[in-house]
């Protein structure tokens, strides 16, 4: 095991909290450990598995996760990986930021290009299968992958000055306790736009999923924390079929549908929208 595996949980019991009793965890050769001996192992890929008992991972498996890599491969997402970097610049986040969901990692990714240092990125998601694919690519050793529960993030209270939650699930309990005061949350979701192309090809199968509104989301969002900015990017680009098909198996808009019954000949590009939420749990910062 390379020093690249182990580098970014150096120094980590001021951000690490052990999952099992909640004593910092600190980097001992090859294994987290924390005062009370709990002790956990990293994988040679340079993760480090925080679960303390089993947990469905949900609809996604590896596969799913290696047709992600396609599309974000493809340039889709681009735009979006640099307007969430400008608006990390904008506020001037240093520190520990958390990526919490953060699946097979390429928002992860191209964020420690950009940033480490002089942030250090904690990056966490459910899944095994996926959070071992995003530490396998991970060839400089720029953040500390964890697979994690986000009903019960295993970090120190106020750790954080950023957390990201970008197309996944949210706990704001957990986000709000492992932020520092005055520490932002930024949360993507996609808007009816996005996808547009799947949803039009089955909205006949499941009109419900045509009709896709992330209204809900925003007003619980705001209900419990100040949103200080909202930003929309879209991005349309020409995709081959391959590409297509990726996106098709990634897609919660395909959870449950046959898509080879479907005819996609006619669909040569795909939108991504998705809508930025820069917010705060300090009440004063609400608009």
Partial sequence: ????????????????????????????????????????????QGYVNLLTHHKAAGPYDRDSFLSRRAVFSSGLYDALAAELCD?????????????????????????????????????????????????????????AWLVADLAAIPLRDHCASCVLNIFSPANYGEFQRALKPGGFLIKVVPTPNHFREIRERVSDKAPERGDYSNERVIRHLS?????????????????????????????????????????????????????????????????
């Fill in 1 to 44: 095991m390379g020093a690249e595996t182990t580098k970014p949980f150096a120094n980590c019991e001021d951000v690490l909290a052990c999952p099992v009793c909640g004593e910092p965890l600190s980097l001992s050769g090859t294994s987290l450990r924390c005062v009370r001996n709990h002790c956990f192992d990293l994988g040679r």
């Fill in 87 to 143: 608006i990390m610049v904008s506020l001037d986040i240093e520190g520990v930021v958390v990526d919490a969901g953060c699946g097979e990692g390429f928002f992860s990714s191209r964020l420690a290009e950009r940033f480490v240092p002089p942030i250090r990125l904690f990056s966490c998601d459910i899944s095994k299968d996926a959070v071992r694919l995003a530490a396998g690519a991970d060839r400089e050793g720029s953040v």
């Fill in 223 to 287: 209900d419990i924390c100040g949103i200080r900015e909202r930003r929309v990017v879209t991005s349309t680009i020409r995709m081959t079929q391959e590409q297509l098909a990726a996106a098709v198996e990634m897609s919660p808009i395909m959870f449950g549908i046959d898509g080879s019954t479907l005819d996609w000949t006619s669909v040569d590009t795909l939108t991504m929208e998705a809508e930025i939420l820069v917010g705060t749990f300090d009440q004063a910062a609400r608009l």
